[in-house]
């Protein structure tokens, strides 16, 4: 996959919904009721970050849903590259990039969002090819201000900011002409993925799916 496709793949996928659900899931048991809550609230591209010794096991759970799009967040190796594919991930994210990294999603064929968190970085994704990319972490890297004026200079690239972006400031995000969607954690609070609240949890989503943009 070169990174051209890689790019429109990002794009198709974070049109689809103001907000990516950022995942961290300790019991793969807790999956499917997650993912099936998003997906009914209307978020269905979902990143499982692979933080926890269940994560892939969470993916191959989550790929199961019918109308999600199950990502893996956190690749920092080829290895986790591999592994995300074996799991059924069809998409990936990392914090920040790698020509390592890079290389390994596109001979997999896992289309990538990669994170950058300045121009420099974005300067040098956009040289390889990467017109979609991942502003992280954003608000301790100064937050919608930082994106917009980022913006400026390099229209080219568009952005799925993600860290510390919660419903209090996800509207400054996308209201940037520069940012497609937001990932967010807010959407599946810890308490209440461990106490298998979905009905709150897709009551959040739609919350978030409603946003304008």
């Not at 994704?125 to 991942?134: A, D, F, I, M, N």
């Not at 972006?165 to 400054?172: I, L």
């Amino acid at each position: 996959m070169t990174p051209a496709d890689a790019s429109q793949k990002s794009l198709e996928l974070c049109q689809l919904a103001p907000v990516i659900p950022v995942l961290v899931v300790e019991e793969a048991a807790q999956a499917k009721g997650l993912a099936t809550a998003l997906v009914k609230g209307g978020l269905p591209v979902l990143e499982v970050t692979l933080r926890t010794p269940a994560a892939l096991d969470v993916i191959r759970e989550m790929a199961q849903v019918e109308g999600g799009v199950v990502g893996a967040g956190t690749l920092l190796t080829p290895d986790d590259v591999r592994n995300a594919v074996d799991a059924g991930a069809q998409f990936g994210v990392s914090p920040g990039a790698t020509d390592t990294v890079l290389s390994a999603c596109e001979e997999a064929g896992l289309p990538i969002l990669p994170g950058a968190a300045t121009s420099s970085e974005v300067m040098r994704l956009l040289e390889r090819g990467y017109t979609v990319q991942k502003f992280f972490p954003a608000e301790a890297n100064g937050g919608a201000p930082a994106l917009k004026a980022i913006g400026a200079p390099i229209p080219q690239v568009r952005f799925c900011p993600t860290g510390g972006v919660s419903m209090k400031n996800v509207g400054d995000y996308l209201s940037l002409s520069n940012v497609l969607c937001c990932g967010g954690s807010w959407v599946a609070p810890k308490d209440k993925v461990t106490a298998g609240d979905w009905d709150a949890i897709e009551a959040l989503a739609r919350e978030a799916a409603a946003l304008p943009r």
